[in-house]
């Protein structure tokens, strides 16, 4: 299509770059890649003077003809997200090819169909175990045994089909993820209840753990880095709902347990020891690997994701048993997965975060939120709101920390790159 191409393709070239941003911001990607990737794919079909609108649940296109044609305004409403990064990869491959000039309209309507009816990379059996295995890999990684890491698997398991029943019935997204909470810690409760001798707090941080928004955050963190503040906005508002349904269900089960005398003490929450001691390593690894999945990572890509969890608790443990803080540590250890995420999305052509976001797994806050929880189910108010903000502040570093690994390749990868894209950098001086 020519900047002389009828209103009609022009209108179909805003519905197909609409349906490729919708797609791309429902699988967590950041908004500034969404918005590039719309620009690309309407500069590619002759349309330059497109301004681009992006949150959280709708996408606006404005097509403002210099040559005196009318105006014409686009939105699509976001209404499913839902990791899928087999199909992210593959859309964004499209855009890639779109953007060298080797697709014409009609085939890339017809290629994006296509990817849209793909079948998924794995079947819904697989997805489920995987997130009851990132529970159970916490758990080891926490310090518990095959019997607590059992327990974390079978109560993960539980709870996800009790949310699952609720979404068939319509419940609100909220109270699926606060009963799969409840039903998350109510099997580590019942081993204290019955005193089985195991460290049993370990199986209520890996269900914590396998609920926690880890995707969001980092997207969340990205966009107000990137300078977009209202969707920033918007995905922290998700993650702070998230969490909060995540504490609903759990201290509802706390809270039941304490007043009916099951002896659970703030001195009983374990926290991950600083060790590289095989059964931390292995933990490790394996969550990153199962996070992996159940993002729907293609397999081609899983090794890199599991070999990203290693190394992160590698960077962590050697600086944290060096003096450094645990937020500094998180921050660097997430850096440096960031950077080299970044480094391999570039040479293999797949968006960094197939292989980082799996990666940032075994340093998700899940023993300080369950500290957290737990001391106001036992009243202690302060002190545990003091526990929630440290596991709100190691999540932002997690964030923070990624962002900042990509943003240090892209200083060095030249002016005329960066300006392509993210042309809105510049400096503002706070005003």
């Known amino acids: 299509m020519t900047h002389s191409a009828s209103d009609a393709e022009g209108h179909r070239a805003m519905a197909l770059a609409l349906r490729v941003g919708e797609l791309l911001l429902g699988s967590g990607e950041a908004t500034e890649n969404v918005a590039g990737a719309m620009r690309r794919i309407l500069e590619r079909y002759g349309m330059r003077q497109v301004e681009a609108d992006v949150n959280l649940s709708a996408i606006t296109l404005s097509h403002v003809p210099s040559d005196g044609r009318p105006p014409a305004t686009a939105e699509r409403r976001v209404r499913r997200r839902q990791p899928d990064y087999d199909r992210l990869i593959a859309v964004h491959h499209l855009v890639g090819e779109v953007a060298s000039r080797e697709l014409s309209l009609a085939e890339t309507e017809e290629r994006l169909r296509e990817i849209t009816r793909r079948v998924r990379v794995y079947p819904e059996w697989a997805v489920v175990t995987s997130s009851a295995l990132i529970a159970a890999s916490a758990a080891v990684l926490i310090g518990g045994g095959p019997t607590v890491a059992a327990a974390a698997f079978v109560a993960t398991v539980l709870g996800d089909r009790a949310a699952a029943a609720l979404a068939r019935r319509g419940v609100a997204e909220f109270f699926q993820t606060a009963v799969a909470a409840m039903f998350g810690s109510m099997v580590p409760v019942l081993l204290i209840w019955q005193r089985v001798p195991v460290e049993a707090g370990a199986a209520v941080v890996g269900a914590v753990v396998a609920l926690l928004p880890g995707r969001p955050l980092v997207a969340c963190v990205q966009d107000g880095i990137a300078g977009e503040y209202v969707t920033a906005t918007a995905r922290l508002s998700e993650v702070v709902f998230i969490v909060a349904a995540v504490i609903a269900g759990i201290s509802t089960t706390l809270t039941a ?175």
């Not at 797994?361 to 189910?377: D, V």
Request: aromatic share 4%; charged share 10%.
């Open 257 to 431: 347990a304490v007043r009916l005398g099951v002896p659970i003490t703030v001195e009983s929450v374990p926290s991950a020891p600083l060790s590289l001691a095989p059964a931390q390593m292995g933990g490790a690894l394996a969550l990153s690997l199962t996070f992996a999945v159940a993002l729907l990572v293609p397999p081609r890509h899983l090794l890199p994701g599991a070999l990203g969890g290693g190394l992160i608790w590698l960077t962590f443990v050697s600086l944290a048993a060096n003096g450094m803080p645990a937020l500094g540590a998180t921050t660097v250890a997430a850096a440096v997965v960031g950077l080299l995420g970044a480094v391999y999305g570039r040479l293999v052509r797949v968006p960094s975060a197939v292989v980082v976001i799996p990666s940032i797994g075994p340093l998700l806050p899940g023993s300080a939120l369950y500290r957290g929880m737990l001391e106001l189910s036992l009243d202690n108010v302060l002190s545990g709101l003091l526990h929630l903000v440290e596991a709100l502040s190691l999540a932002v570093g997690i964030g923070a920390g990624v962002i900042l690994g990509a943003e240090i390749l892209r200083a060095f990868r030249g002016r005329g790159i960066a300006r392509r894209t993210r042309p809105a950098a510049r400096r503002t001086r706070g005003y």
